[in-house]
């Protein structure tokens, strides 16, 4: 989990200073009618936070396996309204869930690496699985932004 933190650490330091780079014009382009802009990818990326903070908590004290919980992401980031929030709120909030994040993955004892979440589709991935996964999808989503930087 180290590794992990370690990531989302860098991730804390760098996205607000690589936003502040972005014209207000590239926050808001979209390069599709059908694709995300800059802001609501980290709209989205603050969703996944919320879902995955209640996954790895779950995964801890609910019984195995522990349900993952549905998630549609394209009415998350349309209900949320991203598009018209300041960016600077979005990046507020978007590091103040990752520092809960970091918390709350520092906290998992190692006994409970291997405890099971069950997917929407009933196959089930270890809580370890889970937090990989986590920083992963942001590195994803980050380069997406900020193509090369992460």
């Keep these: 989990m180290?590794?992990?933190?370690?990531?989302?650490?860098?991730f804390i330091k760098a996205v607000p200073e690589e936003f502040k780079q972005l014209s207000e014009q590239e926050y808001y382009e979209r390069p599709a009618p059908n694709k995300w802009s800059k802001k609501e990818i980290l709209g989205h990326l603050c969703d996944s936070a919320v879902v995955n903070q209640r996954r790895f908590i779950a995964a801890q004290i609910a019984s195995q396996p522990a349900p993952m919980g549905d998630y549609n992401q394209d009415e998350w980031v349309r209900l949320q309204g991203y598009q018209d929030t300041p960016v600077d709120d979005i990046i507020e909030y978007w590091v103040s869930l990752n520092k809960t994040i970091i918390r709350t993955i520092?906290?998992?004892?190692?006994?409970h690496y291997e405890n099971l979440l069950k997917t929407e589709g009933g196959s089930t991935v270890t809580l370890q699985f889970a937090?990989?996964?986590?920083?992963?999808?942001?590195?994803?989503?980050?380069?997406?932004?900020?193509?090369?930087?992460?």
């Excluded at 520092?106 to 006994?111: A, D, K």
């Excluded at 920083?135 to 900020?146: D, G, K, P, R, T």
């Design 2 to 10: 180290r590794h992990q933190i370690e990531k989302l650490t860098e």
């Design 106 to 111: 520092s906290n998992i004892p190692s006994q």
């Design 131 to 150: 937090v990989r996964d986590y920083v992963e999808h942001m590195e994803h989503h980050l380069e997406q932004i900020f193509p090369s930087q992460f």
